[in-house]
């Protein structure tokens, strides 16, 4: 089996996955490396979606292994990959409606461990200080996506571009190497989508990598280092976004689907 490229953050490898007789992702690869913003475009039905669940555990690899950094990710359960430092957003994913936005970014940030949970219940100092440290970083978060002003509103009070940006919160709140975002400008408005764009370019720039699923083409083009573009499963194009929007493949794809 190759090894994945040196200093690559995820590596999905010729990735196949199948429901039934559908093949949904179709010997899809590419490489992320730290820092870098890499967005799946693609019609409706093009796989995006799936091939995100393949590298998060939600979907079963039919074929071909997905790297995070130098470990063999492949079918791994969902829960040991956001352990390991993967996270992500769901396409219809929410926020915790009945708390509040603190609570729901510190929800990002308990993957509680047997031991933690144990020194909760005691009320162990470790356990203490780190819950201290938790709202700290919780607080950070908010106070980055420009919402530090919710911190105690109710998440269900929000608007939904505000909901949005909690989401995004829980997925940054662990300092993760690879975030994973499966179409976040929806129901933002156009400040909100450029908070959003000035928030993960930073994160880029801090080394985090970014795995970028949007429609939202003028967000897409400010802030990608590189497109990957799918297409009934199938990757037909990859290059920076000044290549692939003038790419008579891309245009084809999309037009021919409207
Ligand atoms: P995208 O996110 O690009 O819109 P999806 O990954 O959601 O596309 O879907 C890709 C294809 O796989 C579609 O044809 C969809 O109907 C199919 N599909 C997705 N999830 C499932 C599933 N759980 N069972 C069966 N088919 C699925
Ligand atoms: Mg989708």
């Known amino acids: 089996m190759t090894a994945p490229p040196k200093q690559s953050v995820l590596s999905v490898a010729d990735v ?3 429901f039934g007789g559908l ?8 490489d992320l490396k730290a820092g870098e913003i890499c967005a799946l475009i693609g019609p409706n039905g093009a796989g995006k979606s799936t091939l995100f669940n393949a590298i998060t555990g939600f979907a079963r690899t039919a074929s071909g292994r997905v790297f995070f950094g130098a470990s063999d990710i492949t079918g791994k359960r969902p829960d040991a990959i956001a352990r390991l430092g993967v996270r992500r957003t769901f396409q219809n994913g929410g926020v915790l409606k009945r708390l509040s936005v603190l609570e729901n970014i510190l929800t990002g940030l308990h993957c509680e461990t047997e031991r933690r949970i144990i020194g909760n219940v005691l009320r162990l100092p470790s356990a203490v200080a780190e819950e201290r440290s938790s709202i700290a970083r919780a607080e950070e978060v908010l106070h980055d996506l420009g919402i530090a002003h919710l911190t105690n509103v109710k998440a269900g009070d929000l608007s939904s571009g505000q909901q949005r940006l909690v989401e995004i919160g829980r997925t940054l709140a662990q300092h993760s190497r690879l975030i994973l975002l499966d179409e976040p400008a929806v129901g933002l408005s156009a400040t909100d989508r450029a908070n959003l764009g000035a928030l993960l370019k930073r994160l880029a720039a801090g080394g985090v990598a970014i795995l970028l699923v949007e429609h939202v083409l003028e967000l897409v083009m400010a802030v990608s280092d ?4 799918l297409n009934h ?13 003038n790419d008579p493949v891309v245009l084809e794809a999309y037009l021919g689907n409207k």
């Open 226 to 229: 590189r497109i990957v573009v």
């Open 23 to 30: 093949t949904a992702v179709s010997g899809v690869s590419f």
């Open 16 to 18: 196949c996955v199948r």
């Open 233 to 245: 499963g199938q990757m037909i194009a990859s290059g920076t976004p000044e290549a692939v929007r």
